[in-house]
């Protein structure tokens, strides 16, 4: 009896090992085959923004590494939900995409109604960029530096103002992660970009903003504004001389990040093929060289890597709206 069991069991072992391999065997397969046909990236934005920019950066040479077009898509509408509940109702084939940003990870925090998981309805590709935030201040206020802002800041509670691009995007719960770290009680005006923003600082209508680092580094060159601060200790070429926050709260870092996905279910060796070419192309000199000018810095995570990030980083801004007791609007 022990005897025909220990043979059952054997054959059962001999059956899943074969089944393992032939599952490995298919997902080799998916990824040398992949892609066979143009592959989509959906960006929530309309075409020209910032986003918009650094997919089309990224489709150029991304079509090369794969020996496929890719072709950019926008579905613009409700800050890329739209397009972020498109890929993530698509099939799960490695042939839509989405170009996701930190937004998407705020939103589920402050909407009640969102129809898809970011973490979980979508799956992490390859980190692509960062783009730099930058405090800015009229030249009239006594502050030329992080740890002179939060002095300033915390000896006047209420007195001050800072404007960002609106309520829940990433300058403004990076201030407010400032105001709670520092312990200081600035008031928030939400405008609708930095186009406003930045002759409204110059003008004095408003004392702080945060804006991106290029909309912030060529007025402050010209001597219309200052530039008090980064918001993370990213380096962006042009910006060296502005410190980060962190001079003054040790470990701070807040910058809006740029990301590719996939639907939830794609096959781990067609994610692994996508990230793969990502990491060659970000590697290429001409990719580096043009997001820096459009004040993006390469920061390449690999699938698993992102993925772990994003748990992180989502975890960090509902810990922001809940201190700071915020709401979307």
């Not at 040479?61 to 072709?71: D, E, I, M, R």
């Not at 406003?196 to 408003?206: K, M, S």
Request: with cysteine; glycine share 10%; net charge positive.
């Amino acid at each position: 009896m022990q005897t025909t069991l220990s043979l059952i069991s054997s054959g059962r072992r001999k059956l899943l090992l074969a089944a393992a391999l032939g599952l490995a065997c298919v997902g080799a397969a998916q990824a040398q085959a992949y892609p066979t046909k143009p592959v989509r990236i959906l960006v929530g934005f309309s075409a020209g923004g910032g986003v918009d920019t650094m997919a089309r950066l990224l489709a150029t040479h991304l079509s090369s590494a794969l020996g496929q077009q890719v072709v950019v898509e926008n579905r613009a509408g409700a800050s890329g939900l739209i397009a972020g509940d498109a890929v993530a109702k698509a099939a799960p084939d490695g042939y839509t995409l989405l170009i996701g940003e930190s937004g998407l990870l705020i939103a589920q925090h402050l909407q009640t109604n969102m129809s898809f998981d970011p973490i979980k309805g979508l799956a992490p590709v390859a980190g692509l960029f960062f783009s730099p935030l930058m405090i800015v201040a009229n030249n009239d206020v006594p502050v030329k530096n992080p740890k002179e802002l939060l002095a300033l800041l915390k000896a006047s509670p209420g007195k001050y103002s800072y404007a960002t691009s609106g309520v829940g995007t990433v300058h403004h719960l990076g201030f407010e992660m400032l105001k709670g770290q520092s312990g200081s009680f600035v008031v928030h005006v939400p405008y609708r970009g930095a186009a406003q923003i930045v002759p409204d600082v110059i003008g004095g209508q408003i004392p702080f903003g945060v804006v991106s680092a290029t909309a912030g580094i060529a007025q402050s060159k010209a001597g219309k504004l200052r530039a008090v601060a980064m918001m993370s200790p990213v380096s962006l070429p042009g910006a060296e001389n502005v410190a980060p926050l962190s001079d003054a709260l040790p470990g701070f870092s807040v910058a809006p990040r740029i990301m590719l996905l996939a639907p939830a279910g794609t096959p781990a060796a067609v994610l692994e093929r996508l990230s793969e070419a990502v990491r060659t192309t970000l590697a290429n000199p001409e990719v580096v060289q043009t997001a820096n000018r459009q004040g993006a810095v390469v920061a390449y995570f690999g699938s698993a890597a992102l993925a772990a990030e994003l748990v992180k980083e989502s975890a960090m801004w509902a810990k922001i709206i809940k201190d700071q007791k915020i709401t979307a609007e």
